[in-house]
Structure formats: C-alpha cells, structure tokens
C-alpha cells in the first residue's frame, strides 16, 4: 500500500473517530472529497475540549498529521537566509518550521481557538500539533488555577511552553498579545515589547536557540501592523544585544504582503 492510500485510509478513520467522540455530530454526513473529509477532521478536533482519547486513535492521528505537515514540506533555519544580526523573515505558514520554538498568539484562556477552520495562527498551530496540544495547555493552566484561584487567566506578556508534538518544531511559546480596544496607547506598546522579550527570556531559560515569532497582536487584537513590526524588531534587536551569542536564529514569521514590507524595510 502505498503512502497516498495509507494516508486516505487514516483521513476515514480519524472522521469517523472525532465523530463518535463528539457525540454531538456523530450522525454528521461525512462528505466524499478529499478535502470536505479534511473540513470535517479540523472542525471536530477545533471544538474539541481537552480530554482523553484512546491510545490508539492519538497514533493515527499523530502519523497522519506528520504525513500532511511532510506533504506541506518542512522549512530548516538554514533554508532561510538571514537579513541581519540574526535575524530573518519569513512568509508563510508557521508549522512548517523545524525551529526550536514556535511562537503562538494565544488568548487569555490558553486553550487555542474553539472556532471550526478559524485562519488564526492559534487555530493553525493546534490543529497540525494535534489534540495533545490542547490538553497539555490545559493541564498547565488547571496547575495555575489550583495556584491563583478558579477564575485565573493567563496575563498579557507571560509566555508558556509547551511540547509541539507533531509539528516539526520542538516546542511552542504561547503568549497573549495585548488588545487595542479603542486607540493605540504607549502601554500597550510597552506590552507588545514585553511579548518579545519575555519570549526570548524564557528560550534563554530553557535552552532554545532558534525561535519563530509570530505578528503577535496585528490579527484580531488589532495592533496597528507596521509599529507592531517596528516594537517587534526594535525588542529583539536590543535583546540579542544583550545577550550575544546566546540566540542562533530568530525568524519573523509573516503571512500577509504587507507584515513581510514592513519587516524587510527595518532590516535592511
């Protein structure tokens, strides 16, 4: 048999798993192409809540995210070239990066996003890290809400690290961006910087040398995109200052046209 049937055949039986453990949707018709069963997998494993899955169904599910993140084609640090003093950019999807860390935009809950096939980058990282994500993030935050009582969330700035499991980085940073409710303000610039710096503080801590930042904030919590570059950029230029040598590689990670003008321009 060869990889593409293998791959079809785990497709199925991953939908009609996620369905059963749903309950909700498991009468859901399951469509017939490729892609709609594809639909289907990620809405079930996006809704999910952090539970346990049997052993068996979490093998397939790991083998055939590999294979689709594989399919995607997996990026190396030395595949990108670097702008300057370290740093580089990047244009595209996150978790083909085989990084050391990746960032993630999370929110206060530190769940990823509920949302059925969401565009954001939360979304995409727990999809393709599979199910365990979800559930490790979970039980970290339990351990804070036994520590700082039941209504904790996860304050703005304050990175976690999690494994990556089935992406080709080895572990993710989970840090919540601030939010730009009415007008930018000189303290949600600080806290932007403050992302940065305390993501790179907690790679430092834990050995991690090659890190790809996300546009931390510029999605739905509206940060205006070119000062986000301009913080992004300006923190960790100032950071790897200060710690010469101990950061190989660090990447900003762009996905629209207009993130990738702004950072060229600042790393000329």
């Not at 939360?122 to 393709?128: A, G």
């Not at 969330?153 to 989970?174: C, F, G, R, S, W």
């Amino acid at each position: 048999m060869n990889e593409q049937s293998s791959q079809s055949q785990r497709l199925d039986f991953l939908v009609e798993k996620f369905k059963t453990d749903s309950g909700q949707y498991r009468d859901l018709r399951t469509p017939s192409d490729t892609e709609g069963k594809r639909r289907v997998l990620r809405s079930l494993m996006n809704i999910r809540m952090p539970r346990q899955m049997d052993a068996a169904v979490l093998a397939v599910q790991d083998e055939y995210l590999q294979e689709r993140i594989r399919e995607n084609g997996i990026v190396e640090p030395g595949d990108i070239p670097v702008a300057r003093d370290g740093m580089s950019i990047w244009q595209g999807d996150i978790t083909r990066l085989a990084v050391d860390a990746i960032v993630n935009a999370a929110n206060s809950q530190m769940l990823g996003c509920f949302v059925p096939m969401h565009t954001c980058i939360d979304n995409c990282i727990h999809t393709f890290a599979g199910v365990q994500l979800r559930a490790e993030c979970n039980r970290q935050m339990d351990g804070l809400r036994v520590r700082y009582g039941r209504n904790y969330e996860q304050p703005t700035a304050v990175p976690m690290l999690t494994d990556a499991y089935n992406l080709p980085a080895k572990k993710v940073i989970h840090v919540v961006g601030p939010i730009v409710e009415h007008r930018l303000t000189r303290e949600l610039e600080e806290d932007l910087a403050a992302c940065y710096r305390n993501t790179l503080d907690l790679c430092l801590e834990n050995g991690l040398r090659t890190v790809a930042f996300c546009c931390i904030s510029t999605g739905v919590f509206r940060f205006p995109n070119k000062r986000a570059a301009q913080i992004a950029v300006k923190t960790v230029e100032e950071w790897l200052l200060a710690h010469n040598g101990r950061m190989d590689r660090v990447i900003f990670n762009v996905f629209k046209d207009e993130d990738k003008e702004y950072y060229e321009e600042l790393l000329r």
